[in-house]
């Protein structure tokens, strides 16, 4: 599923040998699109193709996504009552948070595609998905 790569964390940064995803775009379109990622600034595109190919799902559509949940920023989101409202994720963060709803508390929109469900949550972070 999407969510489990992209959703809290990355690959980014890359390795410098790697490309930035152009060997992993299977049609003009995609290529076109990983471009225009690239061009304008954000990162995880290679992230969110190699995802989006995986669970054979439109790159378009997981670009479309990430784009409405949270702009190509790796961030917690802003719900009411619930910690970090915009900041960026990190493992301790992620941490704090689980420990914070398995206490009571609220959750928390994280990551690219802004997980709130707990257990998503949970199920990125045991897989070691590092920001």
Same mark, same amino acid.
């Given at each position: 599923m999407l969510c489990s790569d992209v959703a809290i964390y990355s690959t980014w940064p890359r390795p410098a040998e790697r490309t930035w995803g152009e060997d992993m775009a299977t049609s003009p379109t995609d290529a076109k699109l990983l471009k225009m990622v690239r061009d304008a600034g954000h990162a995880f595109g290679p992230a969110i193709l190699a995802t989006s190919k995986r669970e054979k799902l439109s790159f378009a559509l997981a670009l479309a996504l990430v784009e409405q949940e949270s /702009? #190509?920023?790796?961030? #917690? /989101?802003?719900?009411? /009552? !619930? +910690? #970090?409202? &915009?900041? +960026? $994720?990190?493992?301790?963060? $992620?941490? !704090?948070?689980? !420990? &914070? $709803?398995? =206490? =009571? /508390?609220?959750s928390n929109g994280v990551g690219l595609t802004q997980l709130t469900s707990i257990g998503f949550i949970q199920q990125a972070d045991s897989r070691g998905r590092r920001p």
């Open positions: /702009g #190509f920023r790796n961030i #917690f /989101g802003c719900d009411q /009552g !619930a +910690p #970090f409202c &915009h900041l +960026p $994720v990190t493992s301790e963060r $992620v941490k !704090a948070l689980i !420990a &914070h $709803v398995n =206490g =009571g /508390g609220i």
